[in-house]
């Protein structure tokens, strides 16, 4: 018994001893499964000869993967950068005689035109995806936001000239009634929503301490 030491790095040995395929989930997600689940108004019993419903959500969830917002809005003609209204520069305006577009800056925010008419989930019931069942503890949701490459800039002048906004993959977080925003967090390279020190952000990120 003695002769018989375990490696320090044990589960390294093991990841290596691999032999044939396996049905495990090996890609590492801080996102709950249902979170990409699709809302369908379909029945749970169906009748024979109709598609189960099962099938459905699945064939939508596929659908909904391979969309992707920023090819659709460039589709249109429409460049995401200039989506958010920038300060105005009164020495540098573009005139009429340029032929340059837009002649006048865009200074109406995107809430304006916000439509919740055709919304399949309340606010509410986007966050509440992120609870697993069994589990007291709700994680992010998936979701894409208009935000700022430069993190430091953005935080102090959103408006800046020299911020450029791409849509970004983050983790919704919270949500506030009041002034009917989301929280969210910029995932990292591997597509996790973690903090400082590397840990899942859950319940919104508050700590026991508040």
């Known amino acids: 018994v003695t002769t018989f030491k375990v490696p320090e790095d044990f589960e390294s040995v093991l990841d290596k001893q691999v032999i044939g395929p396996t049905t495990e989930n090996l890609i590492k997600s801080d996102f709950p499964v249902q979170s990409f689940k ?3 108004q379909i029945a749970f019993q169906r009748l024979p000869g109709q598609c189960p419903r099962k099938i459905e959500v699945e064939r939508r969830r596929r659908q909904y993967l391979t969309l992707d917002i920023a090819q659709l809005l460039a589709s249109k003609g429409i ?3 200039q989506l958010m209204p920038r300060h105005h520069n009164p020495d540098n305006m573009p005139t009429i005689e340029k032929k340059q577009d837009p002649v006048f800056p865009i200074y109406l925010p995107l809430k304006i035109f916000d439509n919740y008419d055709y919304d399949c989930r309340t606010p509410e019931e986007w966050i509440s995806l992120g609870l697993e069942p069994g589990s007291h503890d709700r994680k992010p949701v ?8 430069d993190d430091v800039l953005g935080h102090e002048d959103p408006k800046s000239q020299k911020l450029i906004y791409k849509w970004i993959d983050v983790g919704v ?18 597509g996790l929503v973690r903090d400082k020190e590397g840990r899942p ?3 919104g990120g508050i700590t026991p301490e508040g």
């Open 38 to 40: 699709p809302k369908v």
């Open 79 to 81: 460049d995401s950068n």
């Open 142 to 149: 998936p979701g894409k936001a208009l935000l700022p490459t």
């Open 173 to 190: 977080l919270d949500y506030d009634k009041k002034t009917e925003l989301y929280l969210v967090h910029k995932t990292d390279k591997n």
């Open 201 to 203: 952000i859950l319940n």
